[in-house]
C-alpha cells in the first residue's frame, strides 16, 4: 500500500469526478436548469430529479449514519448556520444563472467543449481570490448572525437525526411514488447516449454516498476555486497573498475514514487535504464530460457566440465565486450533502437560492438573451 | 403549394437557456406562419437538453417537430401540419 494518507482520498475523488462528469453531460443533469426553469418555462421536470436525489441521499446518510459506517458525523467544513448562508445563497443563484451553470455544471458544459463554461470557470476562481480581500469583514457579519451553534436541525431541537430524516424522506418518497405514476419522472429524449435524468440522479446520490464513506464528506469543490486564485495571484503579487488572513486559514481539519492522522487543508495555495479531495474532482468531472462528448461524437469548441453572453458567463462565474465562499459552499455540496442530513447553512442556502434564481431569470432575459 | 420559407437559428455554443427561449421568441413571431405551412423554423444546436425540451414544448403548443443528427450536434425542424 502506498503510505500517503491521500491515496484513498485522490483515487476516490477521481472516479467519483468522472463517473459525475459522464453522467452530467449524458442526462444534461443541470442544477441551474431545475431551479431556472421552475421560473422561465414553469417547467418542475429538472426539480422532481433533485427531490430524488435528495431523498435517496437521505436514506442513504442515514443508513449510513445508524450502521456507524459513516464518519464523522456530520461531516467536516459544515458550520453553524447564520444569514451569511442566506445571503450567500441568493448571490449564487443569481450567478449561477448567468454563468449558465453551476460550479460544477459549467465544468461538465466545460469538458464537453462549452467556452462559455470555460469564462464561467475563470470568473469563479476570480470571484474566490477577491473574496479573500474582505473575508475578514464578511466572516465578523457571518458570526454576528448565527441562529444556533448547532449544525444540523435535529442537533439544534436535541432530537435524534431519524426522528426528522425518516419522516421527512417518506414524505418524498411518497411523493416521487406519485409522480411516478402520473408518468411526471420520465420524458422523451432524442440525443445520442442519453442517460434518463432519474438514472442520474440515483447514480449521483451512489457516488455522493461513496465519497462520504471513502473520503469522509460528500462531494464539494468551490475551496479549491479560492486555492487555484491564490496559486495564480501568487505568481504576480505573493507578499500580498502571504498577508491575507483567509488563505492562511486551515478549517478542514479531520480524521479520514480509513486514515489515522489528522488531515489538514485550506484556501491557501500550498497542496494540503483539500486540494486532495478537490482537484481530482474537479479534473475528473471535465475529463468524464470530455469522453462522454467524444464518445458521441458532440465535442466541438464554438466561440461565435454573442459577446453579452460571455460578459454575462464571466459576471456571473465572479459572483459563483464570491458567493461560494461567502456561504460557504456550493449547491452541490449544501443540495446534495448538507440538505441530505439537514444541515442548517444548507437549508438557509436553498432558501436564498430560491429568490437568488428569480432574480438572475429576469436578468438573463432582460440583459443576456435577447 | 410554394415550399415554406425557413428560419435558421444558429445556437451553437450559447449558454442556456438560450435554444428554448430564442425559439420560443421565433415562434412568437412567426407562429401563424408556421401554423399555415408558410415557414418552418431549423434550429442548429449542440445544447443536449434543448433537443430533449424543444420537441417537448413547441409540441404543447401545436406545432411539430423533428430532431436529426448533425456532424458534431443536432437539427431540430419546427414546422406546422
Same mark, same amino acid.
Given at each position: 500500500?502506498? @503510505?500517503?494518507?491521500?491515496?484513498?482520498?485522490?483515487? !476516490?475523488?477521481?472516479?467519483?469526478?468522472?463517473?459525475?462528469?459522464?453522467?452530467?453531460?449524458?442526462?444534461?443533469?443541470?442544477? !441551474?436548469?431545475? &431551479?431556472?426553469?421552475? &421560473?422561465?418555462?414553469?417547467?418542475? &421536470?429538472?426539480?422532481?430529479?433533485?427531490?430524488?436525489?435528495?431523498?435517496?441521499?437521505? $436514506?442513504?446518510? @442515514?443508513?449510513? %449514519?445508524?450502521? *456507524?459506517?459513516? %464518519?464523522? +458525523?456530520?461531516?467536516?467544513?459544515?458550520?453553524?448556520? #447564520?444569514?451569511? #448562508?442566506?445571503?450567500?445563497?441568493?448571490?449564487?443563484?443569481?450567478?449561477?444563472?448567468?454563468?449558465?451553470?453551476?460550479?460544477?455544471?459549467?465544468?461538465?458544459?466545460?469538458?464537453? *467543449? #462549452?467556452?462559455?463554461?470555460? /469564462?464561467? &470557470?475563470?470568473?469563479?476562481?476570480?470571484?474566490?481570490?477577491?473574496?479573500?480581500?474582505?473575508?475578514?469583514?464578511?466572516?465578523?457579519?457571518?458570526?454576528? !448572525?448565527?441562529?444556533?451553534?448547532?449544525?444540523?436541525?435535529?442537533?439544534?431541537?436535541?432530537?435524534?437525526?431519524?426522528?426528522?430524516?425518516?419522516?421527512?424522506?417518506?414524505?418524498?418518497? +411518497?411523493?416521487?411514488?406519485?409522480?411516478?405514476?402520473?408518468?411526471?419522472?420520465?420524458?422523451?429524449? =432524442?440525443?445520442?447516449?442519453?442517460?434518463?435524468?432519474?438514472?442520474?440522479?440515483?447514480?449521483?446520490?451512489?457516488?455522493?454516498?461513496?465519497?462520504?464513506?471513502?473520503?469522509?464528506?460528500?462531494?464539494?469543490? !468551490?475551496?479549491?476555486?479560492?486555492?487555484?486564485?491564490?496559486?495564480?495571484? #501568487?505568481?504576480?503579487?505573493? @507578499?500580498? /497573498?502571504?498577508?491575507?488572513? =483567509?488563505?492562511?486559514?486551515?478549517?478542514?481539519? +479531520?480524521?479520514?475514514?480509513?486514515?489515522?492522522?489528522?488531515?489538514?487543508? *485550506?484556501?491557501?495555495?500550498?497542496?494540503?487535504? /483539500?486540494?486532495?479531495?478537490? =482537484?481530482?474532482?474537479?479534473?475528473?468531472?471535465?475529463?468524464?464530460?470530455?469522453?462522454?462528448?467524444? $464518445?458521441?461524437? @458532440?465535442?466541438?469548441?464554438?466561440?461565435?457566440?454573442?459577446? %453579452?453572453? +460571455?460578459?454575462?458567463?464571466?459576471?456571473?462565474? /465572479?459572483?459563483?465565486?464570491?458567493?461560494?465562499?461567502?456561504?460557504?459552499?456550493?449547491?452541490?455540496?449544501?443540495?446534495?450533502?448538507?440538505?441530505?442530513?439537514?444541515?442548517?447553512?444548507?437549508?438557509?442556502?436553498?432558501?436564498?437560492?430560491?429568490?437568488?434564481?428569480?432574480?438572475?431569470?429576469?436578468?438573463?432575459?432582460?440583459?443576456?438573451?435577447? | 403549394?410554394?415550399?415554406?420559407?425557413?428560419?435558421?437559428?444558429?445556437?451553437?455554443?450559447?449558454?442556456?437557456?438560450?435554444?428554448?427561449?430564442?425559439?420560443?421568441?421565433?415562434?412568437?413571431?412567426?407562429?401563424?406562419?408556421?401554423?399555415?405551412?408558410?415557414?418552418?423554423?431549423?434550429?442548429?444546436?449542440?445544447?443536449?437538453?434543448?433537443?430533449?425540451?424543444?420537441?417537448?414544448?413547441?409540441?404543447?403548443?401545436?406545432?411539430?417537430?423533428?430532431?436529426?443528427?448533425?456532424?458534431?450536434?443536432?437539427?431540430?425542424?419546427?414546422?406546422?401540419?
Amino acid at each position: 500500500m502506498p @503510505e500517503s494518507p491521500f491515496f484513498l482520498i485522490l483515487v !476516490t475523488s477521481s472516479l467519483a469526478g468522472l463517473v459525475a462528469g459522464f453522467v452530467m453531460h449524458r442526462s444534461d443533469f443541470c442544477v !441551474t436548469a431545475m &431551479f431556472r426553469d421552475m &421560473f422561465l418555462f414553469r417547467d418542475f &421536470f429538472l426539480l422532481r430529479m433533485l427531490v430524488l436525489l435528495v431523498v435517496a441521499s437521505m $436514506l442513504a446518510f @442515514e443508513l449510513g %449514519r445508524l450502521a *456507524g459506517v459513516l %464518519r464523522p +458525523y456530520p461531516f467536516p467544513l459544515l458550520g453553524a448556520p #447564520s444569514l451569511a #448562508s442566506l445571503i450567500g445563497g441568493l448571490v449564487f443563484g443569481i450567478g449561477m444563472v448567468l454563468a449558465g451553470g453551476c460550479v460544477v455544471g459549467t465544468l461538465y458544459k466545460l469538458g464537453a *467543449g #462549452s467556452v462559455a463554461g470555460g /469564462v464561467a &470557470f475563470l470568473g469563479m476562481i476570480l470571484g474566490s481570490a477577491f473574496y479573500a480581500e474582505w473575508h475578514p469583514v464578511w466572516s465578523a457579519f457571518a458570526k454576528a !448572525t448565527v441562529l444556533t451553534p448547532a449544525i444540523t436541525l435535529p442537533q439544534a431541537l436535541a432530537l435524534p437525526p431519524t426522528v426528522l430524516i425518516l419522516p421527512l424522506a417518506a414524505v418524498g418518497a +411518497y411523493l416521487l411514488l406519485q409522480w411516478h405514476r402520473q408518468g411526471k419522472l420520465t420524458r422523451p429524449a =432524442y440525443t445520442a447516449g442519453h442517460i434518463a435524468p432519474w438514472k442520474a440522479a440515483l447514480i449521483l446520490a451512489l457516488i455522493g454516498f461513496a465519497s462520504y464513506l471513502l473520503v469522509g464528506m460528500p462531494l464539494g469543490i !468551490t475551496t479549491s476555486y479560492a486555492k487555484l486564485g491564490a496559486l495564480l495571484e #501568487s505568481q504576480v503579487w505573493p @507578499e500580498h /497573498v502571504a498577508q491575507l488572513a =483567509y488563505f492562511k486559514a486551515l478549517p478542514l481539519a +479531520y480524521v479520514a475514514p480509513f486514515g489515522s492522522e489528522t488531515l489538514r487543508g *485550506g484556501p491557501g495555495p500550498a497542496f494540503d487535504a /483539500v486540494g486532495a479531495i478537490q =482537484y481530482p474532482l474537479i479534473g475528473g468531472i471535465i475529463l468524464g464530460a470530455f469522453i462522454s462528448a467524444m $464518445l458521441v461524437g @458532440e465535442f466541438r469548441l464554438h466561440f461565435r457566440i454573442p459577446q %453579452r453572453q +460571455y460578459v454575462s458567463a464571466l459576471l456571473g462565474g /465572479v459572483l459563483l465565486g464570491m458567493a461560494a465562499r461567502m456561504v460557504p459552499g456550493c449547491n452541490i455540496w449544501h443540495l446534495w450533502g448538507g440538505v441530505p442530513i439537514l444541515a442548517g447553512q444548507s437549508l438557509l442556502f436553498l432558501l436564498g437560492l430560491l429568490p437568488g434564481t428569480w432574480i438572475g431569470s429576469k436578468l438573463l432575459t432582460r440583459f443576456v438573451i435577447r | 403549394m410554394a415550399e415554406p420559407t425557413c428560419i435558421q437559428l444558429d445556437i451553437h455554443g450559447q449558454v442556456c437557456p438560450s435554444c428554448l427561449l430564442l425559439t420560443l421568441k421565433t415562434l412568437n413571431q412567426h407562429g401563424d406562419s408556421v401554423r399555415a405551412g408558410q415557414t418552418e423554423i431549423i434550429v442548429m444546436t449542440n445544447d443536449r437538453k434543448s433537443v430533449d425540451t424543444i420537441p417537448d414544448a413547441v409540441g404543447k403548443m401545436g406545432y411539430q417537430a423533428e430532431v436529426t443528427r448533425l456532424e458534431s450536434g443536432y437539427r431540430i425542424r419546427i414546422y406546422g401540419h
